[in-house]
C-alpha cells in the first residue's frame, strides 16, 4: 500500500485508530514484561545471594563447634592422663 502524504499513512485507510491503537497496546505490553522480567530476575540473584550468605554462615557454625568439641575432647584426654 502507497500513501501520498503522511496523513494518509496516520489515518490507514480509515482504520488508523485501530492499527495505532494495536501497535500501542502491543509496544506497552512488551515494555511491561521487560521491566517485569528485569525486576525477578533481580529477586532471584537477591535470594540466591541472602542463601549463600546464610549456608556460609551455617557452615562456619558447624566447623566452630567441630572445632570447639576436638579441644575439649583434647582437654577431657588430657585430664584423664
Do not use: P
Not at 506497552?28 to 554462615?57: F, M, N, P, W, Y
Amino acid at each position: 500500500m502507497q500513501f501520498n502524504n503522511f496523513s494518509d499513512f496516520i489515518n490507514m485507510g480509515g482504520y488508523g485508530f485501530y492499527v495505532w491503537l494495536s501497535f500501542g497496546a502491543a509496544a506497552l505490553i512488551l515494555t511491561l514484561l521487560l521491566i517485569s522480567s528485569k525486576a525477578g530476575h533481580q529477586q532471584v540473584i537477591t535470594k540466591i545471594a541472602k542463601r549463600k550468605k546464610r549456608e556460609d554462615k551455617l557452615r562456619q557454625a558447624k566447623d566452630l563447634r567441630k572445632q570447639q568439641n576436638e579441644q575439649n575432647k583434647t582437654a577431657l584426654n588430657e585430664v584423664i592422663e
